[in-house]
């Protein structure tokens, strides 16, 4: 069964940082084909992609993220990584975790195309 869990979010002031973790299980990051995305929705606003990521390596990221966020991997514990940088109080939203699978090529694409997600976790950046 697929699952995801989001973790480290937190409060913090601009110009911070956070590092945000989505733990998976059900399949492997290393050998699966899949497309894997964080997204962020702020009260009153919609969902929208961050980043996608494919097991290819691949990242994509949306432009208001570009050069403070990173995505990384970690393997061995099945682990996909939100470096954020820079953070501005615009970031601040709950971010999830969402997956799908089959897809060897990975662009930014709306919620509604996911069917498997994290319970998210908040990031609050004050200024």
């Known amino acids: 069964q697929v699952r995801l869990a989001e973790s480290g979010g937190d409060s913090v002031q601009a110009g911070g940082s956070l590092t945000l973790s989505c733990a998976a299980s059900?399949?492997?990051?290393?050998?699966?084909?899949?497309?894997i995305d964080w997204f962020r929705q702020a009260p009153g606003k919609e969902r929208e992609p961050v980043s996608t990521?494919?097991?290819?390596?691949?990242?994509t990221y949306a432009d208001f993220v570009k050069d403070r966020f990173t995505i990384s991997r970690d393997n061995a514990k099945n682990t996909l990584i939100l470096q954020m940088d820079s953070l501005k109080p615009e970031d601040s939203a709950t971010y999830y975790c969402?997956?799908?699978?089959?897809?060897?090529?990975?662009?930014?694409?709306?919620?509604?195309?996911?069917?498997?997600w994290g319970q998210g976790t908040q990031v609050t950046v004050s200024s």
């Open positions: 059900g399949f492997t990051l290393r050998h699966s084909l899949y497309c």
């Open positions: 990521h494919s097991n290819g390596g691949t990242t």
């Open positions: 969402a997956v799908r699978f089959g897809l060897d090529k990975c662009d930014l694409e709306p919620s509604t195309r996911f069917a498997y």
